[in-house]
């Protein structure tokens, strides 16, 4: 049993226990959140929803396992013989989620 979930503006294909990295959800670790924006759902038997956007009745409940970041990006500008250089770093924040679970009604 699988589902396709939309967080963040991405999409990611999850199973129970399956652990993912996501965009920043706000909570500590430990925190229980639930996603309802499931776009294809495909229990055990064969059978599939596909949602027109969204598969009615279904969710995926998670657990939040971490708040992490991502490796720095540097950005760096240079205009040749003007002396004119910018230098810019950026580390985005993550969220590790453990999947615990998908109920369907």
């Known amino acids: 049993m699988f589902a396709v979930i939309k967080t963040g503006g991405k999409q990611y294909r999850v199973a129970a226990n399956d652990v993912i990295t996501i965009g920043k959800l706000e909570g500590d670790a430990g925190t229980?959140?639930?996603?309802?924006e499931v776009l294809l759902y495909a229990d055990g038997d064969g059978a599939t929803?596909?949602?027109?956007?969204?598969?009615?009745?279904?969710?995926?409940?998670?657990?939040?396992?971490a708040q992490t970041r991502g490796p720095?990006?540097?950005?760096?500008?240079?205009?040749?013989?003007?002396?004119?250089?910018?230098?810019r770093g950026h580390r985005q924040d993550f969220t590790v989620v453990r999947v615990t679970g998908i109920s369907a009604a």
């Open 72 to 87: 720095k990006v540097i950005a760096f500008k240079k205009r040749r013989r003007q002396n004119s250089r910018r230098k």
């Open 32 to 36: 229980a959140v639930t996603f309802g």
């Open 49 to 65: 929803k596909v949602g027109a956007p969204t598969v009615a009745g279904v969710s995926v409940a998670g657990e939040i396992v």
